[in-house]
């Protein structure tokens, strides 16, 4: 049952994944990002990660994201406009050559991957508060201070730019 929820779940994410870079709308893009985030939020609980999936809900699926269309509302972002005609050479051998690209990649890697301990569904110990905390304020401090900070310049960018527009 846990593989079959496993290979479910990651399929969303992988078609919003890709549904996200796809569409020319921002806010489309920023619903696609969303549905990856819950995505990997249910494989989280899969593996037994039951906290750090309610803060990959919390902070990414809902904060962040609000964050996101908020500022792309506040913008005014539309659609992007239609790119030149493309060849019908491009679009006959890129999704082909596309694939062959990513079958070469995956075969690298998992040649060059060492052999390690299989992941076994619910087995995890380490996603609890204590842990989480523990690692983010000692290990990963700076990284978490300098994203705080840049997403404050975002934010402060964002109204910047909509002021200009306004006047």
Known sequence: ???ALFLIFAAIAVICGINLVVRTHPIQSALSLIGVMGSI????????AE??????????????MVLFVFVIMLLNAGGEPKAADRSKLVRWL???LFTIFLGVLSYL????APEGAQVAF???TGGGPR?????????????????SVLVLIAILGAIVLARKELD
Request: glycine share 10%.
């Open 131 to 147: 842990e989480v905390g523990r690692i983010l304020f000692t290990q990963y401090l700076l990284p978490f201070e300098a994203t």
């Open 51 to 64: 906290f750090i999936a309610a803060i990959q809900i919390i902070v990414y699926a809902g904060a962040i």
């Open 94 to 96: 890129g999704i082909p």
């Open 41 to 48: 939020a249910v494989l989280y609980l899969l593996l037994g």
């Open 122 to 124: 619910g087995k995890f």
């Open 109 to 112: 890697v998992r040649k060059m």
């Open 1 to 3: 049952m846990d593989v």
